[in-house]
């Protein structure tokens, strides 16, 4: 205890020692300037100031001595002074200080904010084991992307050569009853190697066996660990217990890892003996996706090749069903993010000119500012100051400052992340666990002190130049024609980049205008729609028809209601895609016809403000004795009934049916199923009448149905009563999805309204930085030339001559920023047609406009500093001089 209190003591003493020193250091260097300042004002030379302040406090080798004794280790303590010293900087310019923190904190608060964003969704792996080596495998054609069936991933994953494993999934929705309200989930349908494949080992009990996916075998279940610890209460005696989904039981038999997820989704896994009556055909109706793990030393484009032969040979085995499919194989990031690395990588490049403008801006301010410390910067050098000890002290000014804005940043950026959850598409993976870990507490401190050094570095040279005699013997209004044209460049830069943001900005609003007046095919204006997992219960011998009825009699029955009507599926959400039969007079392509097919009501046309082009929709007389009928679109019509009439024409299901059973009897619109933009791939729909679905096939088709309200007048109103009467009707019956069809087309613009948003938001930010900085250059250009002003009226020029040379010099600055931004906005607006639509990423009106604003608020920044040199006296200027 005694040698503890010792040290303790000893460290005192030299912590203590070592302040005083300091202090004396910081005097004498104090008594320096003091001397150095008196003899310049006797009009010395700055060697001979020195000289004598030196000699008046003990002779130079004395005092250098004596302040090299005082200061102990010079680096340390010259850093630490730098430091003081800019931090009491930053206090005794509070305004200024303000200014610098507030446009740096929204730089660098951006910046963070994007890269949690790359970091969380594209940078982290996902938690498998060797992720990278997981690959995806679908079907294509030419014309779209199709999952597999059953059979044929059978097929794949006998003949496969290039993979360890291989496991199909589908997700479907699941009921959860019997612990509560009934409740809607995710389930994942998978083969019983899938979690084998991923490299993931259940939390809890056991993963599924060979047995649990045969047909027959007892129903059994893995829980995710947020529905396990959530629905459950995290009771590990779940394990072997039954619980009810979709009305049937099936025994909990594991429990996965907290931080485990899928791509797809899911809050349970069930074995594909589940769904084993969907899985006879070969067709696409099963829905199926295949994740594999490719073998050691295999490339994914050695796996694609070869197992793109095995899908070949299939083909030739069943030309019926196959043809003109090929094998699509991805690796599993690629597959997961498709286009959104490149939309968060130009985000990134977004954010990243924001932060070179704050930077280019707070330089330029730093350049004004810096002209009034010219003389401290003179008794530096005159003490004995290095160019490279100067340059250090301002960086040392400007680093400190960006860690404040950094921290700050911080702060920003959590903001930014929240409102990106509320109002950004929801389709960003992983966005929901963006945090800030130790990359990004490192990428905070990497680009803080990055932008110090950027935005610090040319004030800090143009102050350090030893010209130590023009310095010290300049007046406070004087300025070099360096800091100028420093100056002008810095703000043309700052114009530049906020051009190209602003461009693209306003090539989003184009997009996002023109997207709003594209006709979706029916009308959308008072649609209520939501989704009801019907009872299974009602499956059983045709009841569920009745059932149907009555739900839609109690809907109709509430005040504002016009007409109710019930679909499988539903536009712009999804539904089936069918392989289809058409008859012989139909003209065929080389590839087998497929359509999107929709099951509904006869009245669902009337519902939806669907307009029949040709023949008829549902009959009253279309019952379940009658003839099956069939309604096509114009998009199906077109393709495989080229300049003629399919009406008579007969469609069937599958593409084993020899001879099709469903005369098609009309034509309706087509609907934009998949959004907005037209040139997404056009899906070929027809439509089925509900009352001739045989009563054995009806509960697969509406377990989960699509409940479409049409209302009197607002449809939104609508909604708790019309949950509340299905409520009434069976508590046991999960509804979700509950919303507006006005609002699902408005999901379907959320990348480029998300997109809009950041441009604009950016673009003004940017806007609003540019003119700062412009105002600042042409207030301080103004200030700086008050004498040549001065002159020039003395010797005859006129307040307008004035006037109009301040805003000559802006325009000219900002004419070369708007082209040079032009240019590099022709170059990287490129990046953004993938997003555009109806409008060049060139589109020369949007530039003009872009201009044209810019140069309207440069006018604006420059009047005031214009009117300032316009009113200057020069009689007060020369008596002043």
Not at 192 to 217: H, I, K, M, N, Q
Not at 376 to 395: D, K, S, Y
Request: proline residues 5%; neutral net charge.
């Amino acid at each position: 205890m005694r040698t503890l209190r010792s040290w303790a003591l000893r460290l005192t003493d030299l912590f203590r020692k070592g302040r005083r020193d300091r202090e004396l250091a910081e005097e004498l260097e104090s008594h320096l300037h003091f001397h150095i300042e008196d003899n310049l004002r006797l009009g010395m030379s700055p060697d001979e100031a020195r000289r004598r302040a030196l000699l008046a406090l003990g002779g130079v080798e004395q005092t250098k001595e004596r302040v090299r004794e005082r200061r102990g280790f010079p680096w340390i303590h010259d850093l630490i002074q730098d430091v003081r010293f800019g931090v009491r900087m930053l206090f005794r310019h509070r305004g200024f200080t303000l200014v610098v923190l507030t446009v740096l904190g929204c730089g660098i608060g951006a910046c963070i904010a994007t890269f949690e964003i790359v970091n969380t969704v594209l940078l982290r792996p996902f938690p498998y084991h060797e992720p990278n080596r997981l690959v995806m495998l679908w079907e294509r054609t030419s014309q779209e992307e199709l999952p597999t069936s059953y059979l044929n991933f059978l097929d794949w994953r006998s003949r496969n050569r290039v993979f360890r494993h291989m496991a199909a999934y589908r997700t479907d929705d699941a009921v959860l009853t019997g612990a509560g309200p009934a409740e809607r989930r995710q389930a994942l349908v998978v083969s019983s190697d899938f979690l084998a494949t991923l490299g993931v080992r259940p939390l809890l009990g056991r993963d599924f066996l060979v047995e649990d996916d045969r047909v027959g075998a007892e129903p059994v279940v893995v829980l995710t660990h947020a529905l396990w610890n959530g629905m459950f209460h995290g009771d590990s005696a779940i394990l072997g217990q039954a619980i009810t989904i979709n009305g049937k039981r099936a025994v909990v038999i594991g429990v996965l890892p907290e931080h485990f997820e899928f791509p797809a989704g899911g809050d349970l896994l069930m074995p594909l003996s589940t769904i084993a009556e969907r899985l006879r055909s070969r067709g696409h109706d099963t829905g199926l996706l295949v994740v594999a793990r490719l073998e050691d030393g295999v490339s994914p484009e050695r796996a694609g090749a070869e197992m793109g032969s095995v899908m070949a040979e299939l083909v030739q085995s069943h030309p019926e069903a196959l043809a003109g499919r090929r094998l699509a194989l991805a690796t599993l990031d690629d597959f997961t993010f498709g286009d959104l690395p490149r939309t968060l990588w130009t985000l990134m490049g977004a954010v990243g000119f924001v932060l070179l403008i704050a930077c280019t801006n707070v330089a330029n301010l730093q350049m004004s500012r810096a002209a009034s410390r010219r003389r401290e910067v003179a008794i530096r050098n005159a003490i004995g100051a290095t160019r490279g000890r100067v340059i250090r002290q301002f960086l040392t000014e400007s680093v400190t400052a960006s860690l404040v804005g950094g921290l700050l940043g911080l702060g920003l950026a959590r903001l930014l992340i929240h409102a990106l959850a509320v109002f950004g598409p929801g389709n960003i993976p992983r966005l929901s666990e963006v945090s800030i870990d130790t990359r990004t507490l490192l990428f905070t401190l990497g680009v803080s002190l990055l932008t110090g050094v950027l935005y610090g570095w040319i004030p800090a040279l143009q102050m350090s130049k030893p010209d130590l005699s023009s310095l010290l013997k300049e007046s406070e209004r004087g300025s070099t024609p360096g800091h100028r044209s420093l100056g002008s460049a810095l703000v043309v830069a700052e114009v530049a980049l906020a051009m190209v943001l602003l461009i693209g900005g306003g090539l989003m609003i184009q997009t996002f205008w023109k997207l709003r007046r594209v006709d979706p095919g029916f009308v959308p204006q008072r649609l209520l729609t939501l989704q009801a997992m019907l009872p299974a219960r009602e499956g059983e011998g045709g009841r569920l028809r009745a059932f149907i009825e009555v739900l839609r009699s109690r809907i109709r029955s509430l005040p504002g209601v016009h007409d109710v009507a019930l679909s499988d599926g539903l536009p712009y959400i999804g539904t089936n895609q069918v392989p289809i039969t058409l008859d012989d007079a139909a003209a065929k392509s080389g590839e087998s016809p497929i359509a999107l097919m929709y099951v509904t009501t006869g009245n669902y046309f009337e519902v939806m403000g669907l307009a029949v082009v040709r023949g008829r929709t549902y009959s009253a007389s279309d019952g379940p004795a009658a003839p099956r009928v069939a309604v096509i679109d114009e998009a199906l019509a077109r393709k495989y009934f080229p300049g003629a009439d399919p009406i008579g024409h007969r469609l069937g299901l599958g593409t084993d049916t020899p001879t099709p059973s469903m005369e098609i009897v009309g034509v309706v619109r087509h609907v934009k199923d998949r959004g907005m933009d037209e040139r997404a791939q056009v899906q070929p729909q027809f439509y089925l009448a509900l009352d001739q679905v045989a009563d054995d096939v009806l509960p697969d088709l509406l377990g989960s149905a699509h409940v479409i309200v049409r209302a009197e007048t607002d449809s939104p109103s609508l909604a708790p009563a019309v949950r509340g009467a299905l409520n009434r009707l069976d508590p046991d019956m999960a509804l979700f999805g509950v919303q507006t069809l006005e609002g699902l087309i408005a999901d379907t613009m959320t990348p480029q309204r998300f997109s809009l948003l950041l441009l604009l938001v950016f673009g003004l930010l940017a806007l609003v930085l540019a003119v700062v900085g412009l105002y600042a250059s042409m207030a301080y250009n103004v200030s700086l030339r008050r004498q040549e002003i001065g002159i020039r009226m003395a010797l005859g020029a006129q307040s307008s001559d004035m006037f109009a040379m301040v805003l000559r010099r802006s325009l000219r600055l900002t004419g070369i920023g708007l082209a040079i931004g032009a240019v590099a906005a022709l170059a990287l607006t490129r990046f953004l047609s993938g997003l555009l639509y109806g409008v060049s990423s060139s589109d020369p009106r949007t530039f003009l406009a872009v201009a044209l604003l810019f140069t309207l608020v440069a006018l604006l920044a420059t009047y005031v500093p214009a009117r300032r040199a316009a009113c200057v006296d020069p009689m007060t200027v020369l008596r002043c001089e």
